[in-house]
């Protein structure tokens, strides 16, 4: 290509010029300047994505913005491995021990608290294990264990199933049996599976929220303060790869933290649930959450 572009003379006709600045141009954006720079590789958890919360939050970045989002909705523990891997530039995730380790390690940079639900238990309307009323889910877990009532796990390493592991180990029970059984998919599809079987389940609040017209599945436990769920945004670091697109990443994440998106989050649901999905926590720590 530059070959060619140094044959034209510098006394070449209007027309030749014009055609050295064409090739000019696709030999800048070929070495980096064009629309790949545009471009920001988010990796989220299936609840943003299954709950239509992107679908309201990313249009209006790429809008205001001109850069163009590409979500991967995955696992939280598959957001947090292609941050390891150099392959996403931004993360929206909410695993918080997982998270402080991978920063720990330097994969990950300005780590922010963005939002907040929480997660419930839910089983079939007429619960055949008298979970109903409880308060504490890993008394909850316990009884079920002891029950053997049929619960369906994500086995994903997700953030849901992160935190569905720390409660069965509050509870002091190991999970094993015909009675337990994992999807390895994401939390959409694991409701629906619980739904199908009459069984039971943790989930986030927004996706049963978001999704509660086609299941058949009630909540039964809520409001325990260990099953709350905190979302952050990270940038992958650029000093560890040398591909992520820091500038585009940190827009997206300063965006997720501004006034328009925090009031989105907030209202987020509120029409259609009468509650909102998900709490903005733009400003605040993990402390102030949980004390």
């Known amino acids: 290509m530059f070959s060619k572009v140094n044959r034209i003379s510098v006394g070449a006709s209007p027309g030749a010029k014009a055609a050295l600045i064409a090739v000019l141009l696709v030999a800048l954006m070929a070495v980096g300047c064009g629309p790949q720079e545009t471009e920001i590789i988010l990796a989220t958890t299936t609840s943003t994505y299954d709950s239509g919360l992107l679908d309201e939050l990313v249009p209006l970045f790429e809008e205001s913005s001109g850069y163009v989002v590409k979500p991967i909705a995955v696992g939280t523990g598959k957001a947090l491995a292609l941050a390891r891997q150099g392959e996403a530039d931004v993360l929206l995730v909410h695993a918080p021990s997982a998270e402080r380790e991978l920063a720990e390690q330097g994969f990950v ?11 419930v238990i839910v089983g079939p309307a ?17 009884h079920l264990s002891q029950e053997e009532a049929l619960f369906i796990s994500r086995g994903d390493d997700s953030g849901t199933h992160k935190r569905e592991l720390s409660l069965w180990s509050l509870a002091g029970t190991e999970p ?19 739904s199908e079987k009459g069984a039971y389940t943790l989930t986030d609040r927004g996706t049963y929220l978001a999704l509660k017209d086609g299941l058949a599945l009630d909540i039964l436990v809520e409001g325990d303060s260990a099953m709350l769920n905190l979302y952050h945004v990270m940038i ?18 300063d965006f997720l933290l501004s006034d328009e998106a925090q009031n989105i989050i ?23 959450l949980t004390g």
Do not use: C
């Open 236 to 253: 992958v670091n650029p000093e560890r790869f040398d591909k992520i697109n820091a500038t585009g990443a940190r827009l997206f994440a």
């Open 109 to 119: 940079i300005e780590r922010r608290l963005v939002m907040h639900n929480d997660f």
């Open 176 to 194: 094993a049996g015909t009675w337990y059984l994992e999807t390895g998919i994401g939390m959409g599809e694991t409701l629906r599976v619980a």
């Open 126 to 142: 007429d619960d055949p294990a008298n979970l109903a009323g409880m308060t504490s889910a890993a008394s909850a877990l316990q």
């Open 266 to 288: 907030g209202d987020f649901g509120n029409d259609k649930y009468d509650q909102p999905l998900f709490i903005p926590d733009g400003g605040k720590s993990e402390d102030d």
